[in-house]
């Protein structure tokens, strides 16, 4: 139990152009999902909050209008790069909140590559 | 500032042995404290969770102890196989859920 999927698992994009990460909670339902970000040989960076139905909280220096998030439902959240950068180029991973409010389950990634 | 500090520099063991990865962190006062395991190119993958008021807890060959007065928590895994190489990340998490990660220690356990 507790899979989190994401898709697409890789993506090439041209610089200017805009890219969306579906990020599922397979079998359960998740009120509360996370987008991180990682660079090589970094640690994950919390970008944003997404609970459903309501608006994302962003990070502090996370632009809000670049990186646009919807949490339509409680298994599905979206990220949408907006205008893409090559230093936009990085690892999206999404988590979902489990039952106990501490637990977060992650999905698998997606690697962003801006050409 | 919140600061969590992960040893950098790979962990090199022989299989069989104990590895030992520690966690310290300053300026904060974490609710909960977790262990993840990260391989090239995935997501984490939750490991095990420890309360403040917990000093250690155990899952078959894991162990996690968390020392709230030193600020610090170590992480053991016991009999350690080859397939036990990965990244380790630490994860402190306060009242409003949100996990602060460490930069992650890679443990290369050699056959």
């Known amino acids: 139990g507790a899979v989190v999927s994401q898709h697409p698992s890789w993506v090439i994009c041209k610089s200017g152009t805009s890219v969306k990460i579906e990020c599922r909670s397979l079998d359960f339902q998740a009120t509360t999902m996370f987008w991180y970000r990682q660079f090589p040989k970094q640690s994950l960076m919390l970008m944003a909050t997404s609970n459903e139905g309501s608006k994302a909280t962003y990070e502090q220096g996370v632009e809000k209008d670049k990186f646009l998030i919807n949490h339509a439902s409680l298994t599905l959240s979206t990220l949408t790069v907006t205008s893409a950068h090559p230093e936009d180029s990085s690892f999206y991973i999404c988590?979902?909140?489990?039952?106990?409010?501490?637990?977060?389950?992650f999905g698998p990634g997606t690697r962003l590559t801006v050409t | 500032s919140q600061k969590i500090e992960q040893n950098s520099e790979a962990l090199n063991i022989q299989e069989g042995k104990t590895a030992t990865l520690t966690c310290n962190y300053t300026?904060?006062?974490?609710?909960?404290l977790q262990w993840y395991r990260q391989d090239p190119g995935r997501g984490p993958v939750f490991l095990l969770l420890?309360?403040?008021?917990?000093k250690e807890k155990r899952k078959e060959r894991l162990k996690v102890t968390f020392d709230t007065t030193l600020k610090q928590s170590l992480f053991h895994i016991t009999a350690s196989q080859p397939a036990d190489s990965a990244t380790y990340l630490c994860a402190l998490t306060g009242n409003t859920g949100k996990l602060i990660f460490g930069q992650g220690t890679t443990l290369q356990v050699k056959p």
């Open positions: 300026n904060y006062s974490p609710a909960y």
């Open positions: 988590s979902a909140r489990g039952v106990d409010f501490y637990e977060q389950y």
């Open positions: 420890i309360r403040e008021n917990e």
